[in-house]
């Protein structure tokens, strides 16, 4: 469950930082008729206030997110194309990025590109910490609704 807690931390860090609104979070998510999942996050973009390739951009980052807090996490610097269980985020990922890169091979070197730059952002100390106490949040109550998120973030992002 602790894994579980720091990728939708990563989510929702991530959808934060880049403006985005987050709804909730959770590590218990129902188990409805859609695909079996460990956690959830529901993030919203005012798409008044950004472009459709912004959007795009911003939405591969938040995909990405989840994987690369992970990866931190463990220490374990992985492929997110590779690892079964983040199937759903690659494939959220590439599919966002289409809009901002149509051709394939440049799309994959453009989305390991995110990925690293990712790594970097989320590994600094403010925003790991940040991250972090999003997670003991999560652990402690195994869903958190958009406000506390926001809280708990915007107290390390000052």
Wanted: charged share 25%.
């Amino acid at each position: 469950m602790e894994i579980t807690a720091y990728h939708e931390a990563g989510h929702v860090f991530m959808a934060i930082y880049l403006g985005a609104r987050v709804r909730s979070v959770t590590i218990e998510p129902d188990r409805d008729d859609g695909p079996d999942r460990f956690g959830d996050a529901q993030v919203e973009w005012d798409l008044a206030h950004f472009t459709p390739r912004e959007v795009c951009e911003k939405s591969v980052l938040v995909a990405l997110a989840g994987p690369v807090a992970e990866m931190i996490h463990r220490g374990e610097p992985y492929h997110p194309r590779f690892v079964a269980e983040w199937a759903a985020d690659w494939r959220e990922a590439w599919e966002a990025a289409a809009g901002v890169v149509p051709d394939q091979r440049q799309r994959l070197a453009y989305l390991e590109q995110a990925t690293s730059q990712l790594y970097r952002l989320l590994n600094r100390d403010n925003n790991w910490a940040a991250l972090a106490a999003v997670t003991d949040e999560l652990l402690a109550h195994e869903m958190l609704e958009g406000e506390a998120v926001e809280e708990i973030v915007g107290q390390w992002l000052r």
